[in-house]
């Protein structure tokens, strides 16, 4: 394959000989490269190589205007902003800086459009007028200054220029104006120095006034890079431009266009190729190329249509490809470095004086955090154990309790909003960093950029006074962070090429994969990012949306001319804002159909294997027999039982393995702190009463505690947690609703004339099981919430604060206890009187429990059926604990036999 570049080279070559004097423009540097690299190799002689220019340098050669970096124009603009009078209303930097961008866009485009400022300006001014507010309506201040803002747009631009004209800047707009105003000078100039243009499209007003002037001094040529099959369909966009340059210039009614070649009906292979998500395309381009000789990829160009799927992409490339060009950056903002800072400064947007300990842990938590404070995972289970959710930068010092202050206060200290203060504190951090032995190069190098871009805000902050905040320091370190990016080295001439879709200008591959080929991706959709309405723009000549489709267009084409094997990749997943279509350039290839193409079409998807779904079990070894035999010695727990009857892996996660949910800062009270909390104020209340009978005075004397009691038993079960506001204050009026209730309850009881004797409060039980079965000796264990007697009626009551209703504590089958988890409550009220029946014999006692939350229901007793419409039998007799304890040793006996694992339970 012969490419574009290789046959300009001959051509010219052959028509002028000597190029040495010539100046090249190419539409970027990289074209230039390329084009230096093909003099290189085609020379059979020593000799000096021609100027070869991008047309960006060769503008700013023409006006003498140096391109101002677009941050510091920013920066600019505000001081020309601050300075038209005009504006009455001012905005701060942050505000304006949101807005800003697009206004500069818009300057830009009228200015490479040649569009007179004036009419242009007031035209607008006009369209927002009646956009907004109407003609007639009452003039209210809002509406004055949002007038006047429109209306002092030609002062804000006259007052940009002059600004950056004094400084011989301009943005790339005003360059290109002030280039097509100096050309009759530059032609004088240069009138017998030789010009040629290579490679270019879609050109600017600017670029064509400059190209067609200098064209008409019949020293210059211009090589287009497009094809005839395109250019002579009149309905293709891909020629459009091409097509309206050559029919419109006059320099063309006399001269034949030079390069229209005709290569698009040679022989060519599509493969189109539907895949699910970005990796998807990633993993398919890498399979592509474990599968081409090192020649065929020496031929073969990645083009992203979204750049986003570079990393996914290098992560995939396959052992064979040994050489490799990227020609884009990754992105820095991509890089966990700078999350880190702007987590640090979103911090510092605070206006009180205490964090919030989830943004203390992303700090802490993040790596670069954990290499700043080696105590990083103290701190955090310090936090967590003291449940505290806000906390103030001297206490979290006090609460490190190491030497790691100055970091700490480095970190998190009042900033006190201070722009100067924020910036000096991130370069600090970086510093801190870079010490550190235990990065990698990658993470110094993201540093190391990261720290060029503090010190260039640093350096703008100090030549303009416009960065207040920190909020405005963070919104500029965002901006920048997504224009800079990490360059890869790489020999660009030899190897696969991955490139962005503007890169591939003028350059041509045989085999040629296109990712990401979606409608809306490539070409992208339309862009509203303008205050320059359609309207507007057809009346002074702007590019419409139509002819940004048209540059996507000769782009995707242009890539084809010459290519032989083209694979064209989309997503075929729906998700968000992308609808999964495939772009309209793969459409208009399947309509077209031309008889010298083949096309291949593949649907990939990702095999799905259905397997049998095999419940997990561990076998018990030695060491879980010797484990079960510690707890059986110390006692089962009713709930540890319950937690076997439920799930017997729950049983071994959390008895066997000791295994605990992982503590985390309980920031909004969890049901399991309610039920403690309720459960340790009513002991306190009662826990004095025992052996005595209730009361109307002493229950009214607990009734006006609550509140107080209440608040001291929050503060030592949630700890640090605040419970005066939001979700939290809602369940602390919950608990004291709760015990009010249950004491009200106990109120209406005394009052109707019955008698309650309190027996014992939270007692600890202990009993122990004989199983003959078993070696070793088998306990249970439990604390009792209540036992007292009803009108001489003998109680052992459980707390909930959960929903508990009737049925839940009644069985029909006493093998229903031990196997299904719905009877856990009846069992674990069994248990307690099972074991109270060791302290106090039972016989026609009463247990069950009283829920919180179905407290109308009163006590709810225990209960034995025949059938679920029987009368109940609600008494426990020696008969029932009999009963009880031959399911209980079943139970037991299964938990420590080591032939049974513990399998896991399919829970509904």
């Excluded at 320099?251 to 970005?278: A, C, G, L, M, R």
């Excluded at 990065?439 to 960065?467: G, S, W």
């Excluded at 938990?895 to 339970?905: A, L």
């Amino acid at each position: 394959m012969i490419s574009f570049l290789e046959e300009v080279v001959a051509a010219i070559k052959h028509t002028n000989g000597d190029i040495s004097d010539f100046t090249l423009i190419l539409p970027s540097k990289r074209a230039g490269g390329f084009l230096k690299n093909i003099l290189k190799n085609t020379a059979t002689q020593t000799s000096f190589s021609p100027l070869i220019l991008s047309i960006e340098e060769f503008i700013e050669n023409l006006s003498n205007l140096k391109i101002i970096d677009n941050t510091e124009l920013l920066f600019k603009s505000y001081q020309a902003y601050l300075s038209t009078e005009v504006i009455k209303e001012k905005e701060s930097f942050e505000t304006y800086s949101s807005w800003a961008i697009t206004l500069l866009n818009d300057f830009n485009e009228i200015d490479r459009y040649l569009v007179e400022p004036k009419p242009f300006f007031n035209y607008l001014s006009s369209i927002k007028t009646l956009e907004r507010w109407g003609v007639n309506q009452e003039q209210t201040e809002l509406i004055n200054n949002y007038l006047q803002f429109w209306a002092g747009l030609p002062d804000f631009y006259e007052n940009l220029q002059s600004l950056l004209l004094k400084e011989n800047l301009g943005y790339q707009g005003m360059v290109y104006r002030e280039a097509a105003l100096n050309l009759e000078h530059y032609i004088n100039s240069n009138r017998s120095k030789k010009h040629i243009f290579i490679g270019f499209n879609a050109l600017n007003t600017a670029e064509q006034n400059i190209i067609q002037e200098l064209l008409e001094t019949e020293n210059t040529d211009i090589y287009w890079d497009t094809d005839q099959t395109l250019y002579n369909d009149t309905k293709h966009s891909a020629s459009y431009f091409i097509r309206k340059y050559i029919k419109e210039w006059k320099y063309f009614q006399n001269e034949t266009p030079k390069f229209i070649s005709d290569n698009f009906e040679n022989k060519k292979h599509f493969q189109f190729v539907e895949i699910q998500k970005n990796i998807g395309q990633a993993k398919y381009v890498g399979k592509l190329l474990s599968s081409l000789s090192e020649d065929e990829i020496n031929k073969t160009a990645i083009v992203l249509g979204d750049e986003n799927l570079l990393v996914p992409l290098l992560y995939s490339l396959p052992e064979n490809v040994k050489n490799l060009n990227v020609t884009m950056g990754v992105s820095l903002k991509n890089f966990p470095a700078v999350i880190f800072f702007e987590l640090l400064f979103a911090i510092h947007l605070r206006t009180t004086e205490t964090i919030y300990y989830k943004e203390i842990l992303s700090i802490l938590n993040h790596p670069l955090g954990t290499l700043l404070v080696p105590n990083a995972i103290d701190i955090t289970k310090n936090l967590t154990r003291e449940n505290i959710t806000h906390i103030t930068v001297s206490s979290l010092i006090e609460l490190s309790n190491t030497s790691e202050n100055e970091i700490l206060q480095l970190l998190f200290e009042d900033w006190k909003d201070d722009s100067q203060t924020a910036i000096g504190r991130a370069l600090k951090c970086i510093e801190e960093l870079q010490t550190k032995n235990t990065l990698n190069t990658i993470e110094y190098i993201v540093l190391l950029q990261i720290a060029k871009v503090f010190r260039k805000i640093d350096a703008l902050n100090q030549k303009y006074p416009h960065l207040k905040s920190i909020k405005s320091v963070l919104t500029l370190f965002s901006e920048l962070t997504s224009t800079t990016s990490l360059d890869f080295e790489g020999d660009a001439y030899k190897g696969l090429q991955i490139m962005g879709v503007l890169e591939t200008r003028v350059l041509d591959f045989e085999n040629v994969i296109i990712t990401s080929v979606n409608e809306g991706i490539f070409p992208s959709g339309k862009s509203n990012a303008s205050f320059i309405t359609y309207d507007l723009k057809q009346q002074f000549n702007l590019p419409l949306y139509t002819e940004k489709d048209a540059i996507y267009t000769y782009h995707f084409y242009r890539l084809l001319h010459r290519a032989k094997s083209i694979t064209l990749l989309y997503n075929n997943h729906s998700e968000g804002i992308n609808t999964g279509e495939k772009s309209r350039f793969i459409r208009q290839l399947e309509i077209e159909k031309h008889p010298n193409h083949t096309v291949e079409k593949r649907i990939l998807s990702p095999k799905v294997q259905i397997k049998p779904c095999v419940l997990k079990q561990v076998n018990k070894s030695e060491a879980v027999v010797q484990r079960l035999r510690e707890i059986a010695e110390k006692g089962f727990s009713p709930s540890a039982l319950t937690s076997y009857i439920r799930n017997p892996l729950d049983f071994y996660f959390q008895k066997i393995l000791r295994l605990n949910d992982f503590e985390e800062v309980e920031e909004t009270v969890a049901a399991n702190t309610l039920g403690t909390i309720v459960h340790d104020t009513l002991e306190t209340f009662y826990k004095p009463l025992e052996g005595s009978f209730l009361s109307i005075e002493k229950l009214s004397e607990m009734k006006d505690r609550i509140h107080e009691q209440v608040t001291s038993e929050f503060k030592k079960t949630f700890k640090g947690g605040t419970f005066n506001k939001g979700k939290n204050l809602i369940v602390f009026e919950v608990a004291k609703r709760y015990i009010s209730n249950f004491i009200d309850r106990e109120i209406v009881e005394i009052e109707a004339g019955n008698t309650i004797k309190i027996s014992k409060i939270e007692t600890d039980l202990t009993l122990e099981i004989p199983i003959p079965e078993l070696d070793f000796p088998v306990k249970i264990h439990g604390k009792v919430d209540r036992v007292d007697e009803y009108n001489g009626q003998f109680r052992i009551i459980d707390y909930k604060t959960g929903l508990v209703n009737q049925g839940d504590v009644e069985i029909i089958e006493w093998e229903a206890l031990t196997q299904d988890y719905k009877y856990s409550k009846a069992f674990q009220i069994l248990a307690y009187a099972l074991m109270m029946n060791k302290e106090i014999p039972i016989n026609n006692a009463e247990a069950g429990i009283i829920s919180f939350k179905n407290l109308s229901s009163g006590f709810l007793k225990f209960g034995t059926k025949t059938s679920a419409y029987s009368k109940r039998e609600q008494q426990i007799t020696s008969e029932t604990l009999e009963n009880f304890t031959a399911e209980l040793k079943k139970l037991i006996l299964e938990i420590c036999d080591p032939s049974i694992p513990f399998i896991e339970k399919e829970i509904a």
